[in-house]
């Protein structure tokens, strides 16, 4: 589950970190307030019913710093369902993480990811983590791509989708706008698209 914006991007839907400041993204925050009520209940139960959550790097740690440790996030229902869930990380770079109960996937982490599908009988959820989603879409992983889009375009910032990435077709599970206009689109991956031949000239 990921919110994005009209134009792709994901980046900075909060408050951008001074990591992602550093380099020149300027127009952090523009998911904050746009939900309607049932989009946000939505979102709760959508975490609650997780077996476990996997993350990248970044968005772990910023996980961490506000789910993990801030009173009012943390007795929060989607705070309560986050710090009880096993969690995991895909990272190379991460040596200690704290926030648990907590596994560091290094090494081949989409091999590791394969494997924690095999033995995991419930529902893995992957949040933000754009750089990691990319990776899983790239190698089948992804079962169910949940995407909130805000009607804002931002003109900058990661997109979800890159621009020579992977091609799918996507089976809509579920589509409807919320009251604030935002699009809640459910989707499974559904093979390749069909493409047509260009049209003799």
Same mark, same amino acid.
């Given at each position: 589950?990921?919110?994005?914006?009209?134009? +792709?991007?994901?980046?900075?839907?909060?408050?951008? /970190?001074?990591?992602? &400041? $550093?380099? #020149?993204?300027?127009?952090?925050?523009?998911?904050?307030?746009?939900?309607?009520?049932? /989009?946000?209940?939505?979102?709760?139960?959508?975490?609650? =019913?997780?077996?476990?959550?996997?993350?990248?790097? =970044?968005?772990?740690?910023?996980?961490?710093?506000?789910? #993990?440790? =801030?009173?009012?996030?943390?007795?929060? @229902?989607?705070?309560?369902?986050?710090?009880?869930?096993?969690?995991?990380?895909?990272?190379? /770079?991460?040596? =200690?993480?704290?926030?648990?109960?907590?596994?560091?996937?290094?090494?081949?982490?989409? %091999?590791?990811?394969?494997? &924690?599908?095999? %033995?995991?009988?419930?529902?893995?959820?992957?949040?933000?983590?754009?750089?990691?989603?990319?990776?899983?879409?790239? %190698?089948?992983?992804?079962?169910?791509?949940?995407?909130?889009?805000? @009607?804002?375009?931002?003109?900058? +910032?990661?997109?979800?989708? @890159? %621009?020579? +990435?992977?091609?799918?077709?996507?089976?809509?599970?579920?589509?409807?706008?919320?009251?604030?206009?935002? +699009?809640?689109?459910?989707?499974?991956?559904?093979?390749?698209? $069909?493409?047509?031949?260009?049209?003799?000239?």
């Amino acid at each position: 589950m990921t919110q994005i914006t009209v134009d +792709g991007v994901m980046q900075g839907n909060g408050h951008a /970190t001074p990591e992602e &400041l $550093e380099g #020149g993204f300027t127009r952090d925050g523009w998911a904050l307030g746009a939900f309607a009520d049932d /989009t946000g209940e939505m979102i709760t139960k959508t975490y609650q =019913r997780a077996d476990a959550f996997l993350f990248g790097r =970044r968005t772990y740690e910023m996980f961490a710093e506000t789910w #993990g440790t =801030r009173p009012e996030m943390r007795s929060h @229902p989607i705070g309560v369902a986050l710090n009880q869930a096993q969690k995991y990380v895909a990272s190379s /770079t991460l040596e =200690r993480p704290s926030w648990g109960p907590v596994t560091l996937l290094s090494g081949d982490p989409i %091999s590791a990811i394969w494997e &924690l599908k095999k %033995s995991s009988p419930g529902e893995i959820q992957v949040h933000g983590s754009a750089i990691l989603i990319r990776s899983l879409f790239a %190698s089948g992983l992804i079962d169910e791509m949940t995407l909130l889009v805000v @009607p804002v375009v931002l003109g900058q +910032g990661m997109r979800l989708f @890159p %621009s020579d +990435g992977p091609d799918a077709t996507l089976e809509v599970i579920r589509s409807h706008t919320d009251a604030k206009g935002v +699009g809640v689109h459910v989707y499974r991956p559904a093979g390749i698209p $069909e493409y047509h031949p260009a049209r003799p000239h």
